[in-house]
């Protein structure tokens, strides 16, 4: 007698993101073991990310070179500028996205620049740029549009300004650490006069005696809630009031815990995430638990992370948190790979989603006010927008978790594969299917073919491709079927898509199998 034909449903594929860390076996089946070039949208879909089209047409003095530091300065009365560095030269963006190279504009020689890993923070209309072993310098708007000078050949300049390369700007002033022979001192400039070191409000900092765990040397600087964030390699300082300097206390310090690059420091509005030296931290979270084993949101695939960031330079790395795309992006430019930390949702373990890029390559990264994301490249800025990068394709991957189907003791022989997406017009779905933990797919490729949107239940199911409903976002929605064929007790299934112009997301998953040999 005949087997009955049974069906195996994976609603949210992939919605838990990636999962490299535990055992597939006992995985849910929302978890990947591999999402790349891949984001979960909002509706917890997995689908294509976007890729990046060019802003600048042509690249100036830029040249060939890779884009080390992007910056937004918003002037008071709410002009805004995009400063970068290049090819040891700083630049702005005209309004009509042109390359215009800054030149010096001081009294003296010009300084020699010869890396481009600027640190960089505005102030009461003036953009500062701070990087070690370099004299900090400013692009200030209202004295020239076109050139930069040092800070100090800047008019009323007191004291002498450290030569750091940390530095953000809050609470109405500058904060810089990290200069060639001092490792564990803050200084604060006068209140909204980033050139002013000796005089008014400034002053230091030395935690240099207050490190929990010893010796440590400052790594980053953030700010969050009226407090100073001290970030140390191994270790984590906050200072309360630090509105006002000469009030500030320390109210609390974790060992053991700390920032591993400045660049991976970003502020969420409600958290502070930074990559440790053991994955991507939570600040809030570590601050509350101040256990090195608790609140790693990368925890899914911390070994795989860990195991690319040691071929990395660490001052290379660089991070971005969009609001408006709701991740955290950490970029490994040694081993070519994006991170992509969801933070919509937190899963049940504390970490969040995860998926990974491997074709896009930011060499600088910057979230502008109005929502855009900006990526540096070879030569160019790029918006994250379209599905192309630039004019290149780019290949979405996305394979579920080993599965017995339900049946622990018996074989399943598979039928049919149907892979409900969203988009995709006139593009290829290619469905693999393996069995036992081999790598030995077999595959057949879907067309999923050009298709107007149409209403629920109008459309005919047809053999291969359906459009089946109208989408809330006026994507269709259509079903892909294949024929499959072997036999196993653990299946996984895949899904490739070359992603060429037009956007696509998985929705379902259906394997149809018999029940095969009992053991």
Aim: charged share 15%; hydrophobic share 35%; with cysteine.
């Amino acid at each position: 007698m005949s087997q009955a034909l049974q069906t195996a449903s994976v609603q949210a594929p992939g919605f838990y993101g990636l999962n490299t860390q535990d055992s597939p076996l006992d995985l849910s089946s929302g978890f990947a073991l591999v999402a790349t070039n891949c984001v979960i949208d909002q509706y917890g879909r997995i689908g294509a990310r976007n890729g990046w089209s060019r802003i600048n047409a042509a690249s100036g003095n830029l040249g060939a070179n890779d884009v080390g530091v992007v910056h937004e300065l918003v002037q008071p009365d709410g002009t805004i500028t995009v400063l970068f560095a290049g090819n040891n030269k700083l630049f702005k963006l005209s309004s009509t996205n042109t390359v215009t190279e800054l030149t010096y504009g001081g009294g003296g020689t010009a300084p020699t620049i010869t890396a481009n890993n600027w640190s960089c923070a505005s102030l009461n209309g003036i953009t500062y740029f701070f990087q070690t072993g370099y004299d900090p310098l400013i692009y200030d708007p209202a004295v020239s549009t076109t050139t930069f000078r040092r800070v100090s050949e800047k008019t009323g300049y007191v004291g002498t300004v450290p030569s750091g390369d940390i530095v953000i700007s809050a609470f109405g002033r500058l904060w810089v650490a990290n200069t060639a022979s001092i490792k564990s001192t803050v200084y604060f400039s006068d209140l909204l006069s980033g050139h002013v070191w000796s005089t008014g409000t400034s002053g230091s900092l030395n935690v240099d005696r207050v490190w929990t765990n010893g010796a440590d040397e400052i790594t980053g600087l953030a700010t969050h809630n009226g407090s100073l964030i001290i970030f140390g390699k191994r270790q984590i300082l906050v200072y309360a009031n630090a509105t006002t300097p000469s009030t500030m206390s320390l109210t609390d310090a974790v060992g053991g815990i700390g920032c591993t690059a400045r660049d991976t420091v970003q502020s969420t509005g409600k958290d502070i995430l930074f990559l440790s030296n053991s994955g991507v931290r939570s600040f809030a979270r570590t601050i509350i638990e101040k256990s090195a084993p608790l609140g790693d949101l990368s925890k899914n695939v911390r070994n795989d992370l860990m195991a690319s960031l040691a071929s990395e330079t660490l001052a290379n790395v660089k991070s971005v948190y969009s609001e408006k795309e709701a991740f955290y992006l950490l970029t490994l430019p040694a081993t070519k790979q994006v991170y992509c930390f969801d933070t919509r949702v937190q899963l049940q373990d504390g970490s969040f989603r995860v998926t990974v890029w491997d074709s896009i390559e930011p060499t600088a990264l910057l979230y502008r006010r109005n929502g855009d994301l900006v990526i540096g490249k070879n030569g160019y800025l790029g918006k994250y927008e379209n599905y192309q990068d630039y004019t290149s394709t780019y290949r979405l991957m996305y394979y579920t978790n080993h599965s017995d189907l339900g049946a622990q003791n018996a074989t399943s022989v598979l039928k049919k594969l149907k892979t409900v997406v969203i988009g995709g017009s006139n593009q290829f779905v290619t469905m693999k299917w393996a069995f036992d933990f081999t790598a030995n797919y077999l595959s057949s490729n879907v067309s999923i073919p050009t298709q107007s949107v149409s209403e629920y239940g109008i459309a005919e199911y047809g053999a291969n491709a359906t459009v089946v409903a109208q989408y809330s976002d006026g994507v269709a929605l259509q079903t892909l079927v294949t024929q499959a064929s072997g036999a196993g007790k653990i299946v996984q299934t895949g899904y490739e898509s070359t992603i060429n112009g037009n956007p696509l997301s998985i929705q379902r998953i259906e394997i149809q199998f018999k029940d095969g040999k009992q053991t």
